[in-house]
């Protein structure tokens, strides 16, 4: 076995049982992980600069294919159920021997890296990888180890991916071919049978939602930035409602775009890199994204390329789901450590398709720990097959498919952090006005931008507001450079009536997704919740 690369840490990978390898690679700087991924047929050169690569039939995350391994360590503090799914030691042990088994005689790819930038509570990660392309995913999504620290790197946990391996369902208990197996007792995560390198990042995440609620860390879906003053602000929001396009505000400094740790003291980014979506990404609108996808270093998953390496952004042919991926200080403006203070403001965000939701609101304490167990937005119609109208989708605490805890120990440290230290929570709509999909049009990102920049401001907070009527929240009656007849959303319909009933299904939509939740809550979030009317 040769071992090639830049520092091979004394601690190497027999523990993990790997042994009997072709090369292996370790912490390649990003020049040979192009020449590698090149060579070996894993992606093209796109104009500019990036590497272009494709992900097979999985196209995005199979949370469907998740399992935790159900063990002493894991039986009492696991929420299992449809997301958290277990898997016994037994059939663990069984399809890891197997992929251990697959992985012999072939070429890995070794990264050592960080989870989390606060060096009191980050993890060491060692992220293994059958293609080169996947590790320089790795090397550009977290943090980098220095040098010296590389030579002495023990890592906490291990991704094991190898994704031309497939699982048997019928041998190993698994719901296709694909499985992402989590093991906190081995501290390994074992990933086979997709292509999608989202599964890698999400790996990592789920351990610190796992770890860090233990420490009174609030593990946070969410991106972050902090304004000239020193204010920080939280984004919350799943995938589409521009969690990424409003944290990267060129008047602000980001933090990060997608995980954040909330501590007594500070707030730091899990990460050292974005995946921001790429699909219809527009110069104009988001020019500091759009410019990485020209650049080199940076991974693109499914993007269109031609034969001469022209990329051609608006073509979802592959997938909506196409996505970049590139170290954080691509985007100009950037925090460098990774870490800040508390914040002052929440933005919780959501696309409602439906178009009723008002674009910004004020949430109080009690109804922003509602808005965040019941994390919703929702998909338009035309994106899956069936779907006529849109659907509404809660994902508890904005991020379901990571949190192996139970919602309601993310959404308790939430509340206690936001009285303990008079932050502000509010709820902005990035989807529809005017009417749902289909009529209405989409919330205009120049008066969403206007919108966050007086919350986060102190504008709004001065500025008289208004109960709305279904869904309860604090609506203001003015915000700068926004027509006054955007903010309050039944002024945008025409069909007044029609606003009414759409509004009417969508709390009892909401009542019934919390209805899992009213065991759990206290009496305050139970009187905060949205209640359809009679």
């Given at each position: ?94 399809l890891y021997n197997r992929m251990i088994s697959y992985a012999q005689r072939r070429d ?349 401001d102190g504008t709004l907070a001065s500025v008289a507001s208004s109960t709305d009527p ?65």
């Amino acid at each position: 076995m040769t071992q090639a690369g830049f520092v091979v840490p004394k601690f190497g990978l027999d523990s993990l049982g790997l042994k009997n390898l072709g090369n292996v690679y370790w912490n390649l700087q990003v020049p040979t992980l192009y020449e590698e991924a090149i060579r070996r047929g894993e992606g093209q050169l796109g104009e500019g600069g990036a590497l272009v690569v494709r992900t097979g039939v999985h196209t995005g995350r199979s949370p469907n294919d998740k399992f935790f391994v159900d063990d002493s360590v894991t039986h009492g503090n696991v929420d299992w159920g449809k997301t958290n799914k277990p898997m016994s030691s037994e059939k663990y042990r069984a399809l890891y021997n197997r992929m251990i088994s697959y992985a012999q005689r072939r070429d890995l790819f070794v990264r050592d890296c960080w989870g989390g930038a606060d060096p009191a509570h980050r993890i060491g990660v060692r992220v293994v990888t059958e293609t080169a392309w996947h590790n320089m995913f790795a090397r550009n999504m977290f943090l980098r180890p220095t040098k010296e620290e590389l030579a002495t790197f023990k890592p906490d946990f291990t991704i094991l991916n190898l994704p031309g391996f497939q699982a048997d369902p019928k041998l190993d208990g698994t719901a296709s071919d694909c499985a992402i197996l989590v093991n906190f007792t081995d501290r390994v995560v074992a990933i086979c049978g997709t292509w999608y390198a989202g599964e890698i990042k999400k790996s990592v995440f789920t351990i610190l939602n796992y770890l860090l609620p233990e420490k009174n860390i609030l593990p946070m879906h969410a991106s972050a930035n902090i304004g000239p003053k020193g204010d920080v602000a939280i984004f919350f929001g799943l995938s589409g409602t521009g969690k990424t396009t409003l944290s990267a505000d060129p008047s602000r400094t980001l933090i990060g775009d997608d995980e954040h740790g909330w501590a007594e003291s500070s707030l730091f980014n899990f990460e050292g890199g974005c995946y921001a979506k790429v699909i219809k990404l527009s110069r104009e609108a988001e020019p500091e994204i759009y410019a990485t996808t020209e650049r080199f270093g940076t991974v693109l998953e499914n993007v269109v390329i031609d034969a001469v390496g022209g990329l051609d952004l608006d073509d979802g042919q592959y997938t909506e789901n196409t996505r970049a991926c590139y170290p954080i200080d691509f985007i100009p403006n950037t925090l460098a450590s990774g870490i800040a203070g508390t914040p002052e403001n929440i933005v919780m965000l959501t696309a409602d398709a439906f178009g009723v939701l008002p674009p910004i609101s004020r949430l109080s304490p009690e109804q922003a720990m509602y808005h965040f167990l019941s994390g919703y937005t929702a998909r338009v119609a035309g994106t899956e097959k069936g779907v006529t109208e849109p659907q509404a989708t809660f994902s508890t605490c904005f991020g379901a498919p990571f949190m192996p805890r139970h919602p309601t120990v993310y959404a308790k440290m939430l509340g206690e952090k936001m009285a303990r230290q008079n932050v502000r929570c509010w709820l902005v709509n990035t989807g529809w006005s005017g009417g749902g999909f289909g009529v209405g049009n989409r919330m205009s990102i120049k008066h969403t931008r206007a919108m966050v920049r007086a919350a986060l401001d102190g504008t709004l907070a001065s500025v008289a507001s208004s109960t709305d009527p279904h869904f309860g929240m604090q609506v203001p009656s003015a915000c700068p450079d926004v027509p006054g007849d955007v903010l309050n959303p039944r002024n945008t319909w025409k069909d007044k009536k029609a606003y009414d009933s759409t509004a009417r299904d969508l709390t009892q939509r909401f009542e019934k997704n919390f209805q899992q939740f009213e065991g759990h809550v206290d009496g305050k979030i139970k009187q905060a919740a949205i209640r359809a009317a009679a």
